[in-house]
């Protein structure tokens, strides 16, 4: 069983659409909780980062953490076409250590 | 532009072969970091180090070896390259801050 679950997708939503990525874990020493977006062939870049439960909002992005359920969520509003990647959720259980991944979700925005 | 280098987008090399990846980063950052990317595998940490002359096995270092000589430069070498590392590897730097990592573009490594 992985420590890290993520919604395999893939996802395909109409433009403008309200488009939810989720990770489940099973580590409760997790304490902080990463978003990356990775484009076809090249490496993800740092979306939102946020530590231990609640919310944190970034234009049309918002990361959510309950770690009551081991649960994050990555909500996107307004979705745009160039959101078009594969989403990796990430966590780790120091500031300074090695993250564990998701396996990601591949995401397409329709204009 | 705060930076992850790697030194080479594409690389194919044969079975057996002795292969150097190589990551620079400008950000002055601690922590640096070994990953392939596998589908269906997603990312797999090879080996981490947080400081100079630091390392530390992750979850799959069997075949590989890793250098960290300077602050801004993280090795990984393939001891004797087989089929079975035909993979994207990921090279990404952090500060101990938990705020997340610096990717570099990749390395897509095929053995022949």
């Known amino acids: 069983q992985k420590e890290v679950e993520q919604d395999p997708g893939p996802l395909s939503v109409p433009e403008g659409a309200i488009v939810s990525l989720n990770c489940t874990y099973s580590n409760s020493a997790f304490q902080y909780f990463m978003w990356y977006r990775q484009y076809s062939r090249k490496g993800p870049e740092l979306l939102m980062y946020?530590?231990?439960?609640g919310n944190k909002e970034d234009g049309r992005f918002t990361a959510q953490v309950d770690k009551s359920s081991k649960y994050i969520s990555l909500f996107i509003r307004d979705s745009q076409p160039s959101d078009s990647a594969t989403y990796l959720c990430a966590m780790s259980a120091t500031n300074a250590g090695k993250s564990t991944f998701g396996d990601g979700t591949t995401l397409t925005v329709k204009p | 532009d705060v930076k992850v280098t790697q030194s080479s987008r594409y690389l194919v090399k044969r079975t057996g072969e002795k292969v150097f990846l190589e990551c620079v980063q400008d950000?002055?950052?601690?922590?640096m970091f070994w990953y392939r990317q596998d589908p269906g595998l997603g990312l797999r940490l090879i080996y981490f180090s947080y400081d100079v002359k630091m390392k530390e096995k992750g979850d799959i270092p069997e075949g590989y070896s890793v250098s960290r000589e300077k602050k801004e430069r993280f090795s990984l070498i393939l001891e004797s390259a087989s089929t079975n590392q035909t993979s994207m590897y990921l090279c990404?730097?952090?500060?101990?801050?938990?705020?997340?990592?610096?990717f570099g573009s990749g390395t897509r490594l095929t053995v022949v």
């Open positions: 946020t530590y231990s439960s």
């Open positions: 990404a730097s952090s500060l101990p801050t938990g705020h997340g990592y610096t």
């Open positions: 950000m002055d950052h601690e922590n």
